[in-house]
């Protein structure tokens, strides 16, 4: 059997549908869940993010299955991928969805795994996961009430997960109204995208791991929050961002207090440099929380 697709058989012949690579543990054996939620349904600026997941699948076939930095060898790390959510249009229905699966997960023990799909589907995990920290890296604050008539924006996500978080730590951040940086600024840990380009993402990540020792920790990277001019494939692309290596030494050192990941937005209309870095990203967070986890 090839390692690269999930095989199913009928009669005589064989089905393939792809997986992210190595994520072929079984449900029972996984320690992480990755599943994709392929939606964009309040995108404002330019869809796309749909097709996000299938490319971040297809990306993770680039890279070898050793990790240098941790030693491992990622297949043999117990990991599933369960395939694409089948998404309600609706955006609250959505979110509701969302919750039910990681629900479903975290309740079977799994660390659940989301590939985006735009970033509304993190309303959902996080009110299944009941974090007590949630740490973004976004470019974008998230912190409307509303947006186009929904509250399930993909511009509200931080300010829905205000109503269930105590603690929010957002990075990278350089779009945002008025009001939102007020609120930022009053009920968050901001460091904006010129704070971390001034005092080095090492300094702004050992202030946060003082904050999130011995905790739980819910990460969600929007892809936004690395600079367009890097990572083009975005639906609200914004230039003047975080470096992939940034995040990366985020995903590194939040990793091991993790309860939940994703990695939303990509939209991935570029050369694939977009999906690339998100497919690295989500082995970076698994190879991280596997290591500190043994
Ligand atoms: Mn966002
Ligand atoms: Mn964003």
């Not at 392929?38 to 076939?61: L, Q, V």
């Not at 070898?64 to 609706?90: A, F, H, Q, R």
């Not at 940086?181 to 901001?190: C, P, R, S, Y």
């Amino acid at each position: 059997m090839s390692d690269r697709f999930w095989l199913s058989r009928t009669g005589t012949h064989e089905l393939i549908h792809q997986c992210f690579a190595d994520a072929e543990a079984s449900y029972e054996d996984a320690r992480y869940a990755l599943f994709g939620v392929p939606y964009d349904g309040t995108t404002s600026f330019r869809p796309g993010a749909r097709f996000g997941p299938r490319a971040i699948r297809e990306a993770s076939f680039n890279f070898e299955s050793y990790d240098p930095s941790t030693g491992i060898d990622l297949y043999e790390v117990p990991m599933i991928d369960l395939g694409d959510l089948v998404v309600s249009k609706v955006p609250e229905g959505l979110v509701g969805q969302v919750a039910d699966v990681v629900g479903d997960l975290a309740g079977d023990g799994k660390v659940p795994v989301m590939l985006g799909g735009e970033h509304t589907a993190t309303i959902g995990a996080v009110r299944a996961i009941r974090p007590d920290v949630y740490v973004v890296c976004d470019a974008h604050l998230d912190l409307r009430d509303e947006l186009d008539g929904t509250a399930c924006s993909h511009g509200c996500v931080t300010r829905r997960v205000l109503e269930t978080v105590d603690e929010i730590v957002i990075i990278g951040a350089r779009s945002g109204d008025r009001e939102q940086f007020e609120i930022a600024d009053e009920m968050t840990g901001l460091y904006t995208a010129d704070i971390v380009r001034e005092r080095g993402i090492d300094v702004v990540i050992g202030e946060i791991l003082g904050e999130v020792e011995g905790r739980r920790v819910y990460l969600s990277i929007d892809a936004d929050a690395i600079d367009c001019c890097l990572t083009p494939g975005l639906g609200t692309p914004e230039p003047f961002g975080m470096t992939p290596l940034d995040v990366r030494e985020v995903v590194r050192a939040i990793a091991p207090h993790a309860v939940g990941f994703d990695y939303v937005e990509v939209a991935p209309f570029d050369s694939g440099q977009t999906a690339a870095v998100a497919a690295q990203m989500v082995r970076e967070f698994i190879a991280r929380h596997w290591t500190a986890g043994r």
